[in-house]
């Protein structure tokens, strides 16, 4: 696991980042010649903000290759899915959704077909992908999304397929094309892979060790960032309460935290995911102290009982993880907590489950994102005795989620009456404007478009158990 203490070893060297830039020029030539218009790409990402992130940068690679993006997949030349494997469920919508583009391909001939991310990482899936589905042109792993020019180029020159899904630690590449899909909220990726190894987790697997990006390069990102008018920077990692050790940059999340909080301008930052076991005191003091730093934590907790957590490996317990809180609450009175959870892990009792309960009743959560334990090929927990039935499962799952409500419910009726500074976003499909407190909390208010991509005062008339309404008050 020391691999990726070297930072050359890690790092894709200069002269491969200018052959990727010689294959992109090849592309674009082919593709001038080969279509009228700019041939157009459906790029699809499944799964988390870190994969969100891999997307974007496939976007800016394709667009200096003269595509461009299209909303539409009847109208692509090509077809893109960055793929997700953490769960069965999000597999088989892949499987579903590429087997779909077989008869979309078979009236348009040079339609390319994409595929990459966690999923293809995984041997199974690449052998069914080869034997099940051979009009996929081009699959490709997570430690070598850098090389889709080449990639491409083979394909598009040759018409060969191309399959490379090297399993190697890891890479860290920089200077990257990047088409951002806002503008004014970013991913910063300050950290890749994970050693933590969770008896359940793929991640590991699929996407290496853990491995940080120096602390200049991301100043240097975020300076840009808001020099160009971004609002929100949210940093990316598996585990970013661990940032900075692999390799050695002699800088921690919240030194990193800090120089960011000292950037000058009108913003927030927001990370994720923390971890329990690295979550230090230091950095609940630092959140509190740094005020673009968004009083938000995102702390998954997966089980109440201690027993459960021991058997995931995830090395704390429910009394470190309530103290944290405690700890957390007292510096941050305003805190918003979200939270992850897994319900039958294999070999769970029910009164252990029980547990988890009473955790989240303890814990105050504003939201939660809660699983059923899927088993993935290749864990430890994959191989472990699962004697409780998914019926079952599925019981304790709607038990759980009833008790979130009812915390939930409690927490966004206590904001009524008062105001926050909100994050303009989107519309919502009922025509309000939608915004995210600082809490991370959504919240619907009528006002015009032009509010979007700036921090209005919303004061809050109306909640919803998980989402607030509200009125413009400025
Ligand atoms: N690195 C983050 C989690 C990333 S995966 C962390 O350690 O908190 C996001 C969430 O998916 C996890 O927190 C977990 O709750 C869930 N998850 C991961 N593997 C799973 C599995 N095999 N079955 C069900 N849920 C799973
Ligand atoms: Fe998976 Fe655990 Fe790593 Fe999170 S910390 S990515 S749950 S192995
Ligand atoms: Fe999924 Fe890979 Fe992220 S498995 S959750 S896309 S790291």
């Not at 699959?139 to 889709?148: A, P, S």
């Not at 899904?165 to 890891?170: C, K, N, S, Y």
């Not at 940093?235 to 661990?242: E, K």
């Not at 039935?389 to 304790?396: A, C, I, L, N, V």
Request: hydrophobic content about 35%; overall charge negative.
């Amino acid at each position: 696991m020391s691999v990726n203490s070297d930072k050359n070893k890690i790092s894709v060297s200069a002269e491969e980042l200018q052959k990727q830039r010689e294959f992109t020029a090849l592309v674009s030539d082919i593709v001038k010649h080969r279509f009228e218009q700019a041939p157009k790409a459906f790029v699809h990402t499944y799964g988390c903000q870190g994969n969100v992130a891999d997307g974007e940068r496939l976007k800016g690679m394709l667009e200096q290759m003269g595509y461009v993006m299209t909303e539409t997949l009847e109208d692509a030349d090509l077809v893109l899915y960055n793929t997700c494997a953490i769960r069965e469920h999000a597999e088989d919508r892949v499987f579903g959704n590429v087997g779909a583009l077989k008869n979309i391909k078979a009236a348009k001939k040079d339609m390319k077909i994409l595929l990459c991310g966690c999923m293809m990482q995984q041997e199974r899936v690449a052998k069914k992908i080869r034997t099940s589905y051979p009009f996929v042109d081009i699959v490709f792993g997570t430690h070598v999304i850098h090389r889709l020019p080449e990639f491409l180029y083979r394909s598009l020159s040759a018409g060969k397929k191309v399959y490379e899904l090297p399993d190697v630690d890891g890479v860290i590449v920089e200077d990257m094309p990047l088409h951002r899909d806002s503008d004014f909220k970013a991913w910063i990726p300050i950290m890749y892979g994970c050693n933590n190894f969770c008896t359940y987790c793929i991640v590991p697997y699929v996407r290496g060790r853990e491995r940080s990006r120096a602390p200049e390069v991301i100043i240097a990102e975020a300076k840009e960032l808001v020099a160009n008018g971004y609002k929100e920077i949210t940093l990316l990692g598996q585990n970013v309460n661990s940032y900075g050790k692999y390799p050695d940059y002699g800088c921690n999340f919240s030194q990193l935290l800090r120089e960011l909080n000292a950037i000058e301008g009108d913003f927030i930052i927001r990370f994720m995911t923390s971890h329990p076991k690295d979550c230090t005191h230091e950095l609940l003091e630092t959140m509190a102290q740094c005020e673009k730093v968004a009083k938000h934590l995102h702390l998954p907790f997966q089980s109440g009982s201690n027993r459960v957590l021991d058997a995931m490996n995830r090395r704390y317990t429910r009394e470190k993880y309530l103290g944290l809180l405690e700890y957390a609450y007292s510096l941050m009175p305003s805190l918003s907590v979200t939270s992850d959870v897994i319900v039958g892990f294999p070999g769970e009792t029910y009164d252990e489950f029980r547990e988890t309960v009473t955790l989240v009743e303890q814990a105050n959560f504003t939201s939660m994102f809660t699983f059923i334990f899927s088993p993935r090929e290749g864990t430890k927990a994959a191989s472990m005795p699962d004697p409780v039935s998914r019926e079952e499962k599925g019981k304790w799952f709607k038990e759980l989620l009833d008790a979130q409500e009812k915390v939930a419910a409690e927490r966004t009726a206590s904001m009524v009456g008062k105001t926050y500074r909100v994050l303009c976003e989107s519309v919502s499909k009922g025509g309000l404007i939608e915004g995210r407190t600082e809490g991370n909390i959504i919240i619907e208010f009528p006002a015009d478009v032009s509010v979007i991509g700036t921090f209005r005062n919303v004061r809050v008339t109306e909640s919803l158990t998980w989402i607030l309404r509200g009125e413009l008050c400025d």
